[in-house]
């Protein structure tokens, strides 16, 4: 049996020999003593969507045993606006198979991600990242399956423009565009690597379609896919990525924006979510070389829940200005093949049976090779304003529900859509079609209708809901004033 070869990957998998699953906190106080470790960093995921630091110096073993067995008090009146300061005190418990060497630090440095506990020592039942464990479990109790995910993640990097520059892309043609004509590549493979080496596993970077000049500063379109996992997996991944990201560009001189909408007529950057659901390794999304019912009934249920997912996946008032005809983004609730004008889109997925290679490679041998693994459903709407954990979550209760629901294939037959959406030619095919909510409040009204799906089996407490609710609500959407 081949040795397996760890490479440009997170420095604890290397040390140790081992995936990050199997990290105990033996592991990583063996790592912090003898790569000589000076501050471990608690992270924790807050009401903001960004990540909060704890540092801790490590003076001794007996210190560090206590902080990585106890955890710390942390004030949850600062991080969640639902918390009241009268009884504020959580407790932040870090994650041993997060653990990674932080690349910005300049003492060395273990970071950990964080879950929250309340007085009693039970997970903060409104916490984000709890939700979603429990609709990952409840999703496997409920279907005997596994629900996976990957995420693209875009965002423009903003920069200083060159008025000399010889190479110029024409405004929003920037579409996989390669060096000398894009300015930023470098800068993308550097976060790419370093997202790599602290463990989040990456498909692959490119520049999107969004480019312009405004003002003397060059606005680059990039875009970093990941993998699917497990969602925990995930949402991690996500949270992490955004943080190497925002560094980087700190070091560099370079903002970024992950911002839905940052100009009228220029493309927004969303954050795509595939999925995939697995039974015993096996993609449960295809069956004899064809779209699965299992996937069309997955479709179902996102169509149905697609309304409310919103209320997860968009949560600040721009989102709502890049969910608009003619900006390559979803504005009504369908599903298709490999049609990007629709919400819900089933991508190429190597059901072909044929090696493609071979035909190029003439060296290559001919082979059976089965990639069905490799087929997901991509649902369009969410973009980085999203709490990923709760979407995740979502996701996961939609997909169950939709399994499950007696007319599920007659749903998504009848929300099956193979044309434009946004063409006029094509309006009046398309006209019975539902639209995704426009406003934060809007989407607020959608999901206390469909508030009792997401509640069941204990997945999402009442209180996070209303949270979620009031939050949207009282967004002033009416003072928007949209511009760069």
């Known amino acids: 049996m081949a040795e397996k070869i760890f490479t440009n990957t997170n420095d604890l ?33 807050a009401a903001d969507h960004k990540l909060k630091t704890l540092n801790f110096v490590i003076t001794n073993e007996e210190y560090l045993n206590s902080i990585l067995t106890f955890g710390e008090r942390v004030d949850g009146s600062s991080l969640f606006p639902y918390i009241e300061a009268s009884s504020s005190d959580l407790y932040v418990l870090p994650r041993f198979c997060t653990a990674f060497v932080d690349p910005f630090a300049i003492r060395p440095t273990l970071c950990m991600l964080c879950s929250f506990f309340d007085r009693n020592g039970n997970l903060l039942e409104t916490s984000s990242e709890y939700t979603m464990q429990k609709a990952d479990r409840s999703f496997t109790e409920q279907t005997g399956m596994t629900f996976e995910a990957m995420v693209e993640l875009e965002y423009y990097v903003i920069g200083q423009a060159e008025t000399s520059d010889a190479f110029i892309v024409p405004n929003q043609k920037g579409y996989h565009e390669s060096s000398p004509y894009t300015r930023f590549n470098e800068f993308r493979k550097e976060c790419m690597a370093h997202i790599a080496r602290v463990g989040g596993t990456i498909k692959y970077g490119h520049n999107e379609v969004g480019n312009f000049t405004y003002e003397g500063k060059i606005y680059e379109q990039n875009e970093i896919e990941f993998l699917p996992a497990r969602v925990q997996k995930t949402a991690d991944s996500m949270l992490i990525a955004q943080w190497i990201i ?136 969410p973009d980085a304003t999203a709490d990923i954990y709760l979407l995740l979550a979502g996701l996961a ?63 999402f407490c009442p209180k ?20 760069l």
């Open 464 to 483: 996070l809901i209303e949270d979620i609710i009031h939050l949207l609500e009282n967004y002033k959407e009416e003072k928007m004033n949209f511009g």
């Open 246 to 381: 925002r560094n980087l560009a700190y070091q560099r001189g370079l903002d970024i924006t992950f911002a839905p909408k940052i100009s009228t007529g220029k493309a927004g950057s969303g954050m795509h979510v595939h999925t995939r659901i697995v039974k015993e390794g096996k993609n449960q999304y295809i069956s004899e070389e064809k779209l699965s019912d299992i996937a069309r009934k997955t479709i179902a249920g996102f169509i149905t829940l697609a309304p409310s997912l919103t209320a997860f996946g968009n949560m600040r008032p721009s989102s709502y200005m890049r969910l608009v005809p003619h900006q390559e983004a979803p504005t009504n609730v369908c599903w298709g093949d490999s049609n990007r004008s629709v919400l819900i889109r089933v991508p190429l997925g190597w059901t072909t049976k044929t090696d493609m290679s071979a035909k190029i490679n003439p060296l290559e041998q001919q082979l059976n090779i089965n990639a069905e693994y490799k087929q997901t459903i991509e649902i369009r709407s």
């Open 13 to 45: 998998v290397a040390f140790l020999g081992k995936e990050p699953e199997q990290f105990t906190k033996a592991d990583v106080r063996d790592f912090i003593v003898k790569n000589k470790i000076e501050f471990v960093n608690f992270m924790y995921f």
């Open 397 to 459: 209760v939609a997909a169950a529900y939709g399994i499950q629901m007696p007319d599920g294939l007659d749903i998504a037959e009848k929300s099956y859509v193979d044309v434009n959406i946004h063409s006029e030619e094509h309006k009046e095919e398309v006209r019975y079609l539902k639209h995704l909510p426009t406003s934060c409040r809007e989407s607020a009204t959608k999901l206390n209708e469909q508030r009792n799906i997401y509640q069941a089996n204990d997945v």
